[in-house]
């Protein structure tokens, strides 16, 4: 499966943002979906996930209550809606999506087998 990441800018602290995520080649369906994050000079971290047998959403505690993770399987996408951003979450943002991790594994950026390629988000205080 290929992804494609978009919605990326530059936006104000307290602004909002939506990414999307375009997957082609395979269905969404039966994968977990994520959104992993990467700022300079720091590792990638996991931001919000759906596993792939379930519908509840998954989140990292800094993200909690302003950001957003759905998915429109009809149309192959996921997206992460984000709100109240602060100059703190400025990174690359990645989607992700593998088949066959278990649950625990939600958060583990190793894990994951399909990569879009990344789409920048800058907050400016």
């Known amino acids: 499966v290929q992804l494609q990441a978009s919605g990326g800018g530059l936006v104000q602290a307290g602004g909002s943002l939506r990414l999307s995520c375009v997957a082609s080649?395979?269905?969404?369906?039966?994968?977990?979906t994520a959104w992993f994050r990467q700022a300079p000079g720091k590792e990638r971290e996991f931001v919000a996930a759906?596993?792939?047998?379930?519908?509840?959403?998954h989140y990292a505690d800094s993200v909690k209550g302003r950001f957003t993770i759905t998915r429109d399987l009809a149309q192959n996408t996921v997206y992460l809606q984000m709100n109240s951003l602060k100059p703190e979450d400025t990174a690359v943002y990645y989607c992700?999506?593998?088949?066959?991790?278990?649950?625990?594994?939600?958060?583990?950026?190793?894990?994951?087998?399909?990569w879009g390629q990344g789409t920048l988000v800058t907050v400016s205080s």
């Open positions: 080649g395979r269905s969404l369906r039966g994968y977990a």
């Open positions: 759906f596993h792939r047998t379930g519908s509840v959403p």
């Open positions: 992700a999506a593998d088949r066959s991790l278990i649950l625990s594994s939600l958060g583990t950026a190793q894990q994951y087998d399909f």
